[in-house]
């Protein structure tokens, strides 16, 4: 089956009807501070009794906006270091476990990414991601190879692309803030706009159990640049949360009264 099908599939397995209006949404987000203005803006609150098992450091923020059930989780805190649980485990561990405990008719994945001048991105810029792919799972025998990869494509979503404008990109992930030679080489063969920590792995999860998954990322720096990119992160993280925030505000107001097949 080409990707393509496997998206709409997932779509269709999804919803049991794509005529079936959204719910319920999960949007993932892996750092505090790019999930708490949204927190805010849809008026939600932690839940005192959380729906994870016990011991996570895992966070939903949940609430009611318009026609819709929004779930806001973020990985929560490192128990030991006290750091923002990003990367491609907590984000595998927190989507399946919403999935198992919500059950949501879609997901949005959510965050800061850098960005490829050569692609055309700068910062501030948000891409909805048409594809995503590992950058930095390396199997080189046949067929293992493809599925260190792990190529998917998005959930289509042409009639929102249109209407709030935004920019598209294929999105690579893999585990490190910076981009070794040989990451470099891995994401060029993702013809890849954007890099994240994430969105990947939420990928292969939404897709197994046949969520349909938007990915909404924000540029906090450019890769290829002459800046380092940690220090670049930093000091654009606070600016573009804020552009990352109103797009994904853009994007639940879009979703809400439609049903997947109607994005």
Not at 13 to 22: H, L, M, N, Q, R
Not at 147 to 172: D, H, I, Q, W
Request: proline share 6%; charged share 20%.
């Amino acid at each position: 089956m080409a990707p393509h099908d496997e998206a709409v599939k997932v779509a269709e397995e999804t919803t049991g009807t794509v005529s079936k209006p959204i719910s319920t949404i999960v949007i993932i987000i892996a750092m505090q501070t790019e999930a708490l203005p949204l927190v805010t803006k849809f008026n939600l609150v932690e839940d005192p009794n959380s729906v994870f098992p016990k011991g996570v450091p895992w966070v939903r923020y949940y609430g009611t906006y318009k026609d819709l059930n929004i779930n806001i989780i973020w990985p929560g805190k490192d128990p030991a270091l006290g750091v923002d649980c990003v990367g491609t485990v907590s984000a595998s561990l927190v989507t399946y476990a919403s999935i198992q405990a919500l059950q949501p008719d879609l997901i949005i994945n959510a965050g800061t990414a850098g960005g490829f001048k050569e692609k055309g991105a700068g910062i501030g810029d948000v891409y909805v991601a048409s594809d995503v792919a590992f950058h930095d799972r390396r199997i080189p025998i046949p067929v293992f190879d493809l599925y260190g990869v792990c190529a998917k494509r998005a959930l289509s979503t042409p009639n929102l692309l249109k209407e709030l404008n935004l920019k598209v990109g294929k999105l690579s992930t893999g585990d490190s803030l910076d981009m070794s030679p040989i990451d470099e080489k891995s994401i060029t063969a993702n013809d890849a706009t954007v890099k994240d920590m994430e969105g990947a792995a939420v990928a292969y999860v939404a897709e197994l159990l046949s969520v349909p998954t938007i990915f909404v990322k924000a540029v906090t720096d450019i890769v290829d640049g002459d800046k380092p990119t940690a220090e670049e992160f930093l000091q654009n993280l606070i600016a573009v949360t804020a552009a990352l925030d109103q797009a994904v505000t853009r994007v639940v107001e879009f979703v809400n009264g439609k049903c997947v097949a109607e994005l």
